[in-house]
C-alpha cells in the first residue's frame, strides 16, 4: 500500500494526539520532515541553509508536529477503528484513528 495527501499541523508540545486541532493543516512532503514540507508542499519557510535563514526558522523547534494522512483499511481488533502505525525514523508512532 503507497500512502499519499499527507498533511502537516504544529502545536503547542504535550498536546494529546486526539486534541488535534482540525484547522490549519498544510501539505507536507513525504518522505521528507518538517522543514521540508515548510519549505517545498506548503511555502512557509526560506531554505535554511540559505543566508542566515536558520536563525529565522527556529520556531519550528518549538513546536511538536504532527504529519497525518488516511487509506482504507480493515480496523484493528478491540481498538474501535484506530490503529498504530510504526514509522521509520521517528522517535515513536502515535495512535491513527479511522
Known sequence: MQLTGF????????????????????PA?????V????????????HTYL??????VRWIEEHNWWFRTSFAGPPAPGRAGAAGVPWSGHRRGHLARG
Open 7 to 26: 498533511e502537516l499541523v504544529g502545536t503547542a508540545p504535550g498536546l494529546d494526539v486526539l486534541a488535534l486541532p482540525a484547522d490549519g493543516r498544510l
Open 29 to 33: 512532503s513525504v518522505p521528507g520532515g
Open 35 to 46: 522543514h521540508e514540507s515548510l519549505l517545498a508542499a506548503a511555502g512557509r519557510i526560506e
Open 51 to 56: 543566508d542566515r535563514n536558520e536563525l529565522d
